[in-house]
């Protein structure tokens, strides 16, 4: 969700100049030693999405970290120590098999820079210290102008930001412009860095959207056989309208269709944003602990929930966005759940944690719960057996 301008207001003063300058050289760097990964790293990332010789397969999703938010006030650089902490207990704990960064991954709004992917880097580094494979979807801040502190516009002016040298490895007109980082640049910087990435550019004419993508997760007992498909959507917002348009569920229509024709292997779904939808669920039946807040949901339906309540292998729906919800709620035949709010980034400031998935392969079913930074779990619920 979006900050109140006060708060960006507040962040900058000129001793971020010296931060900016060591970032910005930090990733003109980072471009020109980082790996370069090529589609058979990708395929070896793909490889690992297979469901243990146990039969399980878990995900930790984290959500709503906001890495780089007022990257030049103390509190700001803490709360992303902090938010790795709470990322790395979690890992530590549930040791998932897998996870899944659900949108907000940083605070593009809050960085007076050209290339935000050395915070998404730091987001996702707690994951690829361990080994785990991940996947993102970008949320509503993650390529989100840079709002201009007010500040700069009085007496003393905007700072005297000393651009890199010529030579560097940073290209294009604009480097020391303040123009943010596009949704391409962070994904393709993600894929390009991290072979556990299985993240993915989808088709150009879901464009202005990005990050959709289906993934495969193979069974224990063959590689061919598919114990489960995972979506992930782009739900827009930051630098377009929070969305996910009709070409999208277009999308999603035919490549279900295509890869898993007679609905027989489960399918799960992943974006930032909740839908409508999720404002209209009683909550009655639903399983969580924190119920703080007004859904926030996309601006208009444009079709996706009506394939996904009709697609039998559909099971259930995971968003972030709305910090203080943490409920999963049955929805006609599937669940639409929230995570948790998993960064110290963000408003709010209900305890941290992460939901956990775990899907059981034989007979399918998928569970759930909430993993707390302090090691507590709670609202346990099935989703589907
Ligand atoms: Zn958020």
């Given at each position: ?9 507040e ?9 900016y300058q060591?970032?910005?050289?930090s ?5 020109f030693?980082?790996i370069?990964c090529?589609e ?10 297979q469901?243990s ?24 650089p ?11 207990h ?9 996870v899944?960064y659900?949108?907000d ?17 730091q ?12 996947a ?16 700069w516009?009085s007496?003393?002016?905007i700072p005297n930001?000393v ?6 490895s ?5 480097r020391?412009g303040?123009r ?12 390009e860095?991290n072979?556990?990435?299985c ?14 993508y289906?993934?495969?997760l193979?069974?224990?007992r063959n ?9 992930f ?5 930051g630098?377009?309208p929070?969305i996910?348009?009709?070409?999208q569920?277009e ?5 279900s269709?295509e890869?898993?024709?007679d609905?027989?292997?489960?399918e799960?779904?992943?974006w930032?944003?909740p839908?409508k939808v999720?404002k209209?669920?009683g ?6 602990s924190?119920?703080?807040?007004e859904?926030?949901?996309?601006i208009a339906?444009m079709?996706?929930?009506k394939l996904?309540?009709e697609r039998?292998s ?8 709305n ?21 110290y980034g963000?408003?709010g400031?209900?305890?941290?944690g992460?939901r956990?998935l775990e ?10 719960w909430?993993?707390?930074e302090?090691?507590q779990?709670?609202?346990?619920v099935?989703?589907?057996s």
């Amino acid at each position: 969700m979006i900050k109140p301008m006060f708060m960006e207001v507040e962040f900058f003063s000129f001793i971020s100049l010296t931060l900016y300058q060591l970032l910005l050289l930090s990733i003109c760097s980072l471009n020109f030693n980082g790996i370069q990964c090529t589609e058979a790293h990708r395929t070896n990332a793909m490889d690992h999405l297979q469901v243990s010789q146990k039969g399980l397969f878990k995900i930790a999703l984290f959500a709503d970290l906001h890495f780089g938010e007022a990257e030049s006030l103390d509190w700001g650089p803490q709360q992303d120590v902090n938010s790795t902490r709470v990322m790395s207990h979690i890992l530590d704990q549930e040791r998932p098999d897998f996870v899944v960064y659900l949108g907000d991954v940083i605070t593009a709004n809050n960085m007076p820079m050209h290339n935000a992917s050395l915070y998404w880097d730091q987001a996702v580094s707690p994951t690829r210290a361990r080994g785990i494979p991940w996947a993102s979807v970008f949320g509503n801040h993650d390529d989100a102008p840079f709002e201009w502190p007010i500040e700069w516009f009085s007496s003393t002016g905007i700072p005297n930001i000393v651009c890199p040298a010529a030579d560097n490895s940073c290209s294009g007109d604009i480097r020391c412009g303040f123009r943010g980082t596009t949704r391409l640049e962070l994904m393709r910087a993600e894929s390009e860095r991290n072979p556990l990435s299985c993240s993915e550019i989808g088709p150009t004419q879901l464009w202005p959207g990005v990050s959709n993508y289906v993934l495969k997760l193979s069974s224990s007992r063959n590689s061919k056989d598919v114990a489960a498909y995972m979506y992930f959507l782009d739900s827009g917002g930051g630098s377009y309208p929070e969305i996910v348009s009709s070409a999208q569920s277009e999308w999603f229509r035919s490549t279900s269709h295509e890869v898993n024709p007679d609905s027989r292997v489960p399918e799960i779904i992943f974006w930032h944003i909740p839908s409508k939808v999720y404002k209209k669920l009683g909550k009655k039946k639903c399983v969580g602990s924190l119920f703080e807040e007004e859904v926030a949901p996309q601006i208009a339906e444009m079709g996706i929930m009506k394939l996904l309540e009709e697609r039998p292998s559909v099971k259930a729906v995971f968003v972030g966005h709305n910090h203080g919800l943490d409920w999963c709620c049955p929805y006609k035949k599937l669940w639409l759940c929230f995570a948790r709010h998993t960064g110290y980034g963000g408003y709010g400031d209900w305890p941290r944690g992460s939901r956990m998935l775990e899907i059981t392969q034989q007979p399918f079913s998928l569970k759930s719960w909430i993993r707390m930074e302090d090691g507590q779990i709670h609202s346990q619920v099935i989703l589907a057996s």
